[in-house]
């Protein structure tokens, strides 16, 4: 018997981040929106834990106790005093160190999809609890949809998402850690006020309407300077994809993956192809927007 569970990426359509916290974290108001792009876990019986992982990223992939499916395992059988004992199968589909949530999302769905193999039946509370353990964008993966995280961004509100957005992803060359886009990002703000974050409202308006231009006026992300900063040659890429007629282009989150919004899935083909013959980055992909959170397939 075994248990397969899918969770989809993210991007931040705002991430305002405040200033840095005695504990090291930053306070964020997080606009998350799900996207269709998704890694699928699977859960099967096994003498003593095990991670594998297949996918065009696999290699970069700790298969170790600090992969975030095997903390997510460890968690759970802990809590609940059994043994770990389980195979966990990653298929990889969300860029590594892309600032996706993609490990994120594989810390969702072990969390899932080992409570199903083992019948723990832990309450939705005791869930989101383990994943804010586990790391501040993991419940959000579990969640999916919209939604407002507060805190270091692991307090969510569900935010209403009122028709479906297209976009396109251009992966870079390589990936940007992100407690050293944070850590940018203080350095860059040194010696200036950093206000406290707050939610747009008309970027929440403009999810709840379905509203591409709307909300393409309103994406905001704190971090970008941060992630150009370590990263110049997203400029270029940033560049392309508003010249092939994106209505918003920003980085994703932490970075480096740059997301493009734009009207329907006609213009994402043009994005997406303009950017792949533009030469300013690994892959493209286009994707729709809000995807359910983890789900056992
Ligand atoms: C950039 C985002 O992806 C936006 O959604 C998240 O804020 C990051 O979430 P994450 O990868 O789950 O991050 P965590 O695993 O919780 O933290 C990794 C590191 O990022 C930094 N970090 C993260 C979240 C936060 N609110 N403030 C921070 O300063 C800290 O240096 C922390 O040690
Ligand atoms: N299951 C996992 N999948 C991918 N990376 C993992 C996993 N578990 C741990 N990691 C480690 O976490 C690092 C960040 O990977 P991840 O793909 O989660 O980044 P990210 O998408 O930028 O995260 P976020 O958007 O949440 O900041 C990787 O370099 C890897 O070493």
Redesign the pocket.
């Known amino acids: 018997m075994s248990v397969t569970v899918r969770v989809p990426a993210k991007v931040n359509v705002q991430l305002a981040v405040g200033a840095a916290r005695p504990d090291g974290f930053h306070d964020l108001a997080n606009v998350f929106l799900a996207v269709g792009l998704y890694d699928e876990v699977t859960a099967a019986p096994a003498d003593e834990l095990r991670i594998t992982c297949a996918g065009p990223d696999a290699a ?3 298969l170790d106790r ?4 095997a903390r997510a395992a460890l968690a759970l059988a802990a809590r609940h005093g059994r043994e770990p004992a389980v195979h966990l199968h ?1 298929a990889k589909d969300i860029p ?9 999302a ?1 810390g969702a769905g072990a969390l899932l999809a080992c409570d199903a193999l083992w019948g723990t039946g832990a309450s939705r509370e005791e869930l989101l609890e383990i994943c804010a353990e586990l ?1 501040s ?1 993991v419940p959000f993966s579990l969640v999916g949809g919209a939604a407002l995280g507060t805190g270091r961004g692991e307090r969510l509100t569900p935010l209403e998402v009122g028709g479906t957005f297209h976009w396109v992803f251009a992966m870079a060359e390589r ?1 940007l850690s ?1 407690p050293a886009v944070f850590r940018e990002f203080d350095r860059l703000g040194q010696g200036r006020e950093i206000p406290e974050p707050v939610a747009s409202q008309p970027l929440i308006d403009a999810l709840a309407k379905g509203d591409a231009d709307a909300l393409a006026a309103a994406v905001s992300n704190d971090l970008q300077p941060a992630a150009l900063s370590l990263f110049p040659e997203l400029d270029r890429t940033l560049a392309a994809g508003r010249a092939a007629g994106a209505l918003a282009a920003l980085v994703s ?2 970075g480096p993956t740059t997301a493009f919004l734009v009207r329907d899935a006609e213009s994402a083909a043009r994005v997406a192809r303009e950017l792949r013959a533009s030469g300013t980055c690994r892959t493209v992909r286009t994707a729709t927007a809000p995807a359910p959170g983890a789900t056992v397939l």
Do not use: C, E, F, K
């Open positions: 970069q992939v700790p600090t992969n975030l499916a990653i590594v160190a892309g600032g996706m949530a993609g490990g994120s594989d790391g964008d990936g992100t989150g932490s």
